[in-house]
């Protein structure tokens, strides 16, 4: 057995059987260990942007975690924007990136660089392998810091000999620990602390799941402390029969006075909030320096059991909350706009599946169309590294092969990792891509005169407009295999939409903004 | 004046005069400087490889360095594989990227990430500047180091409050030194290595210019020694009236008998030679341990004046040399193969055009084919990080908006950052961009059996092979606003390439092989 083969069989004892790849010479090894031990599903992405994003969104929705197989630190450097984004869902990935042989790096062949510096930033666990009869060991050590109680990016860097030499040993996994339980004492801190008033319980990541929130639900109605959560976050388990909290909307600066206020933030899941960016005289933290920050349960703690301990101090009932309802609005007609298309995606959603957001500007009336949409998930851009949905998107359906997902997605950053829609097609999943297509970053536009910098000129506008030319985006998604239609008035969007939701495979819609 | 400001007319004093920009909220201060202050051209790429691989096609034609706008940590990933193939094109180029304002890094912002640790492996150069005052400064130094005798790339991490503070000053950039001379007693050493026989002279870089090239020739021809070249080289001046020496071909390695005989090798603008991915069983270095190995001149060094030294201690002259003749092969017809290609193209490539050469395993027989065609540059991968062709092309084009540009691209690593043929329709460049349509990695199912690893099997094929969807890059160009064609038949590739060599702007062939 040699090192790759040791390495794909500790892959499988530990549960890792689905490997986003991309691969080059160096890993030649480990492909055709691959195709000789069964038990990996091997998904190609054509870009290492569509690799590490399509991880993170079959982690999101799997719960434990993919390989990629990435080549070099070239191939690691394409990967790292998703990889980031990932770091901030707290998802789990195991990289598994190509490396010179060990000899031959001292020749700095054209293809060497540092890739553990490149790693670093992105993984809460580098390594890189010295010889073959480690290589499993170094893979379980791995796959068990992915799937500590916290998810978590292990990045192991495989020299080629240590995968072609023989004496290969398969690793031994640690058991996956359960999530970390929560000191009593900071339960009866928390609870001392919401006795207040002043408060606010912030909940974010695990405490979105449809087990948590009407727990933290049953605490705000029984405490009179509001519960809230951010907008970036992994998953949020949403639509009629679920329970909703306050969003905290984007951007989280507008709300500066609302949290200043504040005597108090308990967070569950989640950290303290601060402006995205810093802005000319304004300070980043948007809590008060009086307030006190608690908290009850950080990433990776059971979250569930915090909260319900909280809950019977107060002898709040999750069983009383009232979920929301089906509502779902009437379908718009007529003249195409954010607000129609969000309220016909309201009307339409089915049940159980899983929205990517990556609609930046476009999103921010999203929410409340939809919240009466049978049951569904919701992912959120969580490290705000443009590029996330398409391949978020087809990660997800990887992982939920029986689900529909809809990806709603900005053009600008749509634009970055769209060859994510050939792997969509390859695989044919069950992926409706919808485009807003404002032909601008306009986000930036916004920034522009925030950070006091004026409106923009000419040559700014040549930074921050996609106008000249127009992206087709019915051309691009047609040459990477996907079928499209563009929307101009809402008839065009329904129809488009409903026959997407309809047809099994991939399926683009350009909504012209 | 802020610092950002400040930036902008060091950059101007420093002859930066183009810069390809990504931007986004951290850097707006420095968009709106741009937007402001006249004297920079600012071209929007819209994926950062696509930014980092035209300031690498820039610099190779401009022989200045461009700027480049980047967006962060993740900006700079995105961009980090073209600055790898810069990098070992000894491409000069300033980055900057954006960071958080120096207050607010404390916070872990969602886009917070070591951005130096991203920078160091591609640059020569990080440094975060620390105040406005300092920017103008720390720019200078940027473009010092950038401009050393060596393209080098700098790498300025610009903090948002360092570009909107107010107290910036315009830096002093140090006059750009020329290339450093070679000691006699290195030419003399040389000179007396090549009387001794069993020598190659291997040019690279500098060397294989129009003005060293005869030179290099004459040597060979006064000596008898072999005088070759590599395959990865940043530019190479070349055609009817060029002098052309032998070519060692990709693989390297497949010259390792020849090069493991030698005596002495003596290089010139070139490194000793190693194979590009090691193999089981087999030495990475393909010089013998006992070759002495002899530098006449390294990146940096005057070139042709050492060249021309050693040339005098053989009173050989360049002006003997016969260059190669004005020869084109005649238009070939029928059945679509590569050699006819290879012989359409030298029999078209018009006078004084760019050939950006991204083809991998469709461009071996290139360069015979093309060797009697007019003068013209020829651009290589340099570094071995695929996706580079698209992006160096748009920036050879703005270096040179009165030549013709011609991408050979093969198409695997066309997908990586084909966003750039956007830019190519935004900026009316003239690129006919052709793509090697053989819907696989087809280099990587070679190099699985090279390795020992064997053919591929299904689960390989699956991550080898591109042709379940097949990509239709007709459509995907039209969607970036770049006209195209399909060409199956020799007539159709002919008809194609004589229309897009005849009109302004870009045009795209697919080559379906």
């Known amino acids: 057995m040699n090192g790759a083969e040791s390495l794909v069989k500790t892959l499988v004892r530990g549960g890792v059987d689905v490997c986003f790849a991309n691969p080059g010479t160096s890993e030649m090894h480990f492909v055709s260990a691959l195709d ?12 290492e942007g569509v690799v590490t994003g399509a991880a993170d969104g079959y982690y999101r929705m799997a719960e434990k975690p993919a390989a990629t197989l990435l080549h070099l630190g070239p191939g690691l450097g394409n990967g790292l924007a998703n990889l980031h984004n990932a770091r901030r869902a707290n998802s789990s990935i195991v990289n598994i990136v190509g490396e010179h042989a060990t000899y031959h790096i001292q020749y700095d062949a054209p293809l060497t660089s540092d890739i553990e510096s490149i790693a670093r930033p992105m993984s809460a666990w580098v390594h890189t392998s010295r010889e073959a009869r480690l290589v499993g060991a170094d893979a379980a050590d791995a796959i068990a810091v992915a799937r500590s109680p916290k998810g978590q990016i292990a990045t192991l860097i495989l020299p080629a000999d240590t995968a072609w030499n023989e004496g290969g040993v398969v690793g031994t996994v640690a058991p996956t620990p359960g999530p970390r339980p929560v000191p009593s004492e900071v339960v009866q801190e928390v609870v001392e602390a919401l006795k207040q008033g002043d408060s606010m319980i912030l909940i974010g990541n695990r405490a979105l799941r449809a087990d948590a929130l009407p727990i933290a639900a049953a605490i705000g109605a029984a405490t009179g402390v509001k519960v809230a959560s951010l907008s970036r976050n992994p998953r949020i388990e ?19 006075p609302m949290l200043a206020a504040l005597k108090t933030l308990i967070l569950v899941d989640e950290v303290s909030p601060v402006s995205f960016f810093a802005q000319p005289g304004k300070i980043g933290k948007l809590t008060a320096d009086t307030c006190r920050v608690l908290t009850l349960a950080a990433s990776g703690d059971d979250v569930v059991a915090a909260l319900t301990e909280v809950a019977e101090a107060f002898a709040a009932r999750a069983d009383q909350v009232k979920p929301d309802v089906l509502a779902r609005p009437d379908m718009p007609t007529g003249e195409l706009t954010l607000t129609k298309v969000a309220q016909a995606l309201g009307a339409l959603i089915p049940e159980n599946a899983i929205i990517c957001d990556e609609s930046i500007t476009s999103g921010r009336g999203l929410f409340p169309a939809t919240a009466g949409a049978p049951p569904h998930d919701w992912l959120q851009l969580t490290g705000g590294s443009i590029g996330m949905g398409i391949p978020l998107s087809t990660g997800a359906a990887v992982a939920c092969p029986e689900r529909q997902v809809i990806n709603l997605q900005a053009d600008g950053s749509g634009m970055y990792t769209f060859q994510a829609l050939w792997t969509q097609a390859r695989e044919k999943l069950n992926v409706v891509t919808v485009i807003w297509a404002n032909r601008s970053y306009k986000i930036l536009h916004g920034e522009l005169i925030n950070v006091g910098a004026g409106a923009a000129g000419p040559t700014a506008r040549t930074m921050l407009d996609l106008d000249n030319p127009t992206i087709d985006w019915v051309s691009l998604a047609r040459g990477m295999g996907v079928e499209g239609a563009r929307a101009t008035i809402m008839e065009e969007f329904t129809a488009a939409m409903i026959s997407a939701l309809a047809r099994p495979g991939p399926f683009l819609i350009e909504v012209v903004l």
């Open 238 to 256: 949403r639509g009629a029969g679920r329970v909703s909290v306050d969003r905290i909307p984007n951007p989280v600066e507008n709300s500066r």
């Open 36 to 47: 000789r031990i069964p038990g990996i599903r091997c998904v190609l992405g054509l870009f």
